[in-house]
């Protein structure tokens, strides 16, 4: 079993839409959280960390973490096709310098 | 340039030949790390630097894989003999300290091995 799992869609949302990408974890050990946003042929970029149990808001991202299901999800409220992209969960494992990444869920907001 | 830039962006390589791919991480930058993504999947660690100590290569699928930073700034990831199987982005990053949540990824070298 892989240590991070991704619904890995497609999932497509229309414009204005709340999008919702799940991750579950199989370390109950990891402490921290990071979702990355990678475009098409990008490099992956960081959009939200999360270290604690509940819900961390930035902008339209809101991140929800639950260590006792083993789960951290994202949720995009007011979608912009802008927002099309593969979002990557990953957490620390091994020597906690490497990120375990999930294999990425694709979203498409359509306009 | 202020971000991590890698090279070449694409390789075509035929099965045997050796490839080496080079990363100018972000100027100040002690740690630095090369992921490899084949298509559709996630990044997968390969190896970590600090300065110039590799100190985690757990990552690297086989001896063939090699990784150097002997000056603590730029990198090199060299495959020697590639396979068909190598064909993937390699992904490098490189972040100011040991935080995980400041690392930076540069774009990554496309390699197809033919």
């Known amino acids: 079993q892989k240590e991070v799992e991704q619904n890995s869609g497609p999932l497509s949302v229309p414009e204005g839409a709340i999008a919702s990408l799940n991750c579950t974890y199989s370390?109950?050990?990891?402490?921290?959280f990071f979702w990355y946003r990678q475009y098409s042929g990008k490099s992956p970029e960081l959009i939200m960390s999360?270290?604690?149990?509940g819900d961390k808001e930035d902008g339209r991202f809101t991140a929800q973490l639950n260590k006792a299901s083993q789960y951290v999800s994202l949720l995009i409220r007011d979608s912009q096709p802008s927002d099309s992209a593969t979002y990557l969960c990953?957490?620390?494992?091994?020597?906690?310098?490497?990120?375990?990444f999930g294999s990425g869920t694709q979203l498409t907001v359509l306009p | 340039g202020a971000g991590v830039s890698q090279s070449p962006r694409y390789k075509v390589a035929k099965r045997g030949q050796d490839v080496a791919l080079r990363c100018d991480p972000i100027?100040?930058?002690?740690?630095l790390f090369w992921y490899q993504q084949a298509l559709g999947q996630g990044p997968e660690f390969l190896t970590y630097?600090?300065?110039?100590?590799?100190?985690?290569k757990s990552g690297l699928p086989s001896d063939r894989f090699f990784a150097e930073r002997p000056e603590g700034s730029v990198s090199t990831l060299k495959i020697q003999r590639t396979q068909k199987e190598d064909s993937a982005v390699y992904l490098c990053?490189?972040?100011?300290?040991?935080?995980?949540?400041?690392?930076?990824f540069g774009e990554g070298s496309w390699l197809t091995v033919v």
């Open positions: 999360i270290y604690s149990n």
């Open positions: 100027s100040g930058h002690v740690s």
């Open positions: 630097f600090q300065n110039e100590a590799q100190l985690d």
């Open positions: 990053a490189s972040s100011l300290g040991q935080e995980l949540n400041t690392i930076y």
């Open positions: 990953a957490c620390p494992s091994g020597s906690a310098r490497q990120l375990t």
């Open positions: 370390d109950r050990g990891s402490q921290s």
